[in-house]
C-alpha cells in the first residue's frame, strides 16, 4: 500500500541511518532529522509505518525500529523505473499512429513522446497491481500505474483510495453526497461505498505500463 510523502520520508531516513550507523535511530533523532514537531508525532508515523508491515519494533526498547522485508522487497521493485526514469532517454520518438483495428494509412512523423509528461511531478509514483478489480479498464495484475498524488479528484477518475486509514484500492471515484463510491471496473464485482470521513484520496492515475518480457 502505498505511503504518504511524510511516511516515505520516516522510512528514508530509518533506512540511512541504519545504513550509515549500524543501529536505528532514536525517536529524538528521528523527530530532530525530520524537523518534526515532537516526538508524539514520530510515534504516530511508526504505528502507522508498522500497520503497514514497513517497520517492526520492540517495546520498551530503545532503537528497536527494524525495516521489514517487505518494504525492502518493495522498493527493489520500484528500482528498475527509478532508474529508468533517472538514467533512461528522456523522450523517444512519436513515429505515428498504429491502428487496433482496420488498418489505416502509415504516416511518418518527426514528434517524440517524453516520460517528462508523465514523470515530471516529483510527487509521481509507481504502484504494481494486484487483483483483477479494473481489468475492463485494462488495467490488469502484474501492470504498473503511475500516479499522480493528490487528493483533489473529479467524477470518474480512477484513483488511489486509503479507506479507514488501513487499507488502499485503485477504483473509479464517485462522489454521491455524504459518501463516495469507489466502483470497480469488473462486473463481477460489486462497488465499495465509504463515509466521506473514513476515505483519503491519496492520488490519480497517470499511465498504466505493462511489459510483456
Given amino acids: 500500500m502505498p505511503l504518504t510523502k511524510r511516511q516515505k520520508e520516516v522510512m528514508e531516513f530509518i533506512t540511512e541511518f541504519v545504513r550509515d550507523n549500524g543501529y536505528s535511530p532514536s525517536y529524538e533523532e528521528l523527530a530532530s ?24 519494533r520492540a517495546y520498551n526498547q530503545s532503537r528497536s525500529l527494524q525495516v521489514t522485508n517487505r518494504y525492502l522487497q518493495e522498493q527493489r521493485r520500484m528500482e528498475p523505473i527509478r532508474h529508468a526514469a533517472q538514467h533512461g532517454p ?35 509514483f509507481a504502484l504494481e497491481v ?31 483510495a486509503l479507506v479507514d486509514g488501513s487499507e488502499t484500492t485503485l477504483k473509479r471515484y464517485f462522489d454521491e453526497g455524504e459518501r463516495v463510491r469507489l466502483q470497480p471496473a469488473n462486473s463481477e464485482m460489486k462497488p465499495i461505498y465509504v463515509d466521506k470521513l473514513q476515505l483519503e484520496i491519496q492520488g490519480k492515475v497517470l499511465a498504466v505500463l505493462r511489459k510483456y518480457r
Fill in 33 to 56: 532529522g525530520l524537523k518534526l514537531a515532537s516526538v508524539a508525532t514520530v510515534h504516530k508515523h511508526i504505528s502507522s509505518l508498522e500497520a503497514k508491515q514497513y517497520l517492526n
Fill in 90 to 124: 528522456a523522450e523517444i520518438p512519436l513515429l505515428g499512429r498504429i491502428a487496433a483495428g482496420a488498418p489505416i494509412e502509415s504516416v511518418a512523423t518527426d514528434a517524440s513522446l517524453r516520460f517528462s509528461d508523465f514523470t515530471g511531478n516529483e510527487g509521481t
Fill in 130 to 160: 494486484r487483483g483483477d478489480s479494473m481489468v475492463e479498464d485494462h488495467i490488469c495484475s502484474g501492470d504498473f500505474v503511475l500516479i499522480e498524488r493528490t487528493n483533489s479528484v473529479r467524477n470518474g477518475e480512477i484513483v488511489v
